[in-house]
Structure formats: C-alpha cells, structure tokens
Nanobody, 125 residues
Framework: QLQLVESGGGLVQPEGSLRLSCAAS????????IYWFRQAPGKEREWVSC????????TYGDSVKGRFTISRDNAENTVSLQMNSLKPEDTGVYYC??????????????????WGKGTLVTVSS
C-alpha cells in the first residue's frame, strides 16, 4: 500500500519544540519533492515548508522561517520537520505531501502525488 504517515505531533507549551516525521511506505521518497502543510481549525490549509529530492532546495513560509527546519534521510525514506520556539498560532494538523517533478517554488497544495493523514500539533499553556 502506497502511503505517507506523519508522526510526532502532540501538546506542547509555547516556546517548546516538536519534531515531526513523515515516513513513506510502498514507494521511495528519494525522488520526490516533499512538502509540509498545516491547517488550523476553521482556516485553509497553509504551506509550511518544502525540500527537494536532492535537498538542494529548501524553502519555508514566512511565519515559520528561522524556527522550523526541514530535513530528509533518503536512506531511511523519511522527512522530518523540527519545530522550535512554537507559538499558539502554530496549532493545527500538519500534513506531509510528496510530488514528483515539481519545484519547491510551487506552493499550491494541488497536484501532489501522495498525502499523509496528518498529525495534530497543539501549542498551549
């Protein structure tokens, strides 16, 4: 079965950290551009970060730049999102998505080949 599975979400206090992981099964992540999106309650899905297949291109949304770090381990078939200095406005369901032949300059959620089901991040005191 071809799927992406996110993990690592949870409840954290403001200024805390979490590390999300996105694991692929049934296919190889190594050739895909990987994206993280998030969706807060009542809001539209928002692009967070992207990493190209070779890790040569990495981009972040303005709201997370300097606090989040995306990385990939193609040998382990995983992509991670290290989130530091978390704020209440970072709360939401975080999704990873994979796309082939797509640049990190394309931030639209449409046209992805695979999506995970998401992991919930709650930042609250």
């Amino acid at each position: 079965q071809l799927q992406l599975v996110e993990s690592g979400g949870g409840l954290v206090q403001p200024e805390g950290s979490l590390r999300l992981s996105c694991a692929a099964s049934g296919f190889t992540l190594g050739y895909a551009t990987i994206y993280w999106f998030r969706q807060a309650p009542g809001k539209e899905r928002e692009w967070v970060s992207c990493i190209s297949s070779s890790s040569g291109a990495i981009t972040y949304g303005d709201s997370v730049k300097g606090r989040f770090t995306i990385s990939r381990d193609n040998a382990e078939n995983t992509v991670s999102l290290q989130m530091n200095s978390l704020k209440p406005e970072d709360t939401g369901v975080y999704y990873c998505a994979a796309a082939y032949g797509r640049s990190c300059l394309m931030k639209s959620q449409y046209g992805m080949n695979y999506w995970g089901k998401g992991t919930l991040v709650t930042v609250s005191s």
